[in-house]
């Protein structure tokens, strides 16, 4: 069983920068798909961005130009650049792998202050 370990949220003021870390067990992460969601109070989850084994990226359109995801095979892991934070980017942020099933991180609380 594939196990999937956030960090990196925290509160940061509107304009600023944060970078989500996800560390996956096991021997699958090479060849799966990552990407992380988001979910914020009263919403449903959304897709933010993805990533496939062969590094192609895939965007929410309200996160293009100001979001980066890329990952590193060797360390099991996928990162999620934030800059140009906004408000409405506060959320709880939760990593997923997919292969052909999915498997969930507990997520991590991502807030923007105004």
């Known amino acids: 069983q594939v196990k999937l370990v956030e960090s990196g949220g925290g509160v940061v003021q509107a304009g600023g920068s944060l970078r989500l870390s996800c560390e996956a067990s096991?021997?699958?992460?090479?060849?799966?798909?990552m990407a992380w969601y988001r979910q914020a109070p009263g919403k449903q989850r959304e897709l933010v961005a993805s990533?496939?084994?062969?590094?192609?990226?895939t965007y929410a359109d309200s996160v293009k130009g100001r979001f980066t995801i890329s990952r590193d095979n060797a360390k099991n892991t996928v990162y999620l650049q934030m800059n140009s934070l906004k408000p409405e980017d506060t959320a709880v942020y939760y990593c997923?792998?997919?292969?052909?099933?999915?498997?969930w991180g507990q997520g991590t609380q991502v807030t923007v202050s105004s």
């Open positions: 997923n792998l997919r292969i052909m099933t999915d498997s």
């Open positions: 096991g021997s699958v992460f090479n060849i799966a798909r």
């Open positions: 990533i496939t084994f062969g590094g192609s990226t």
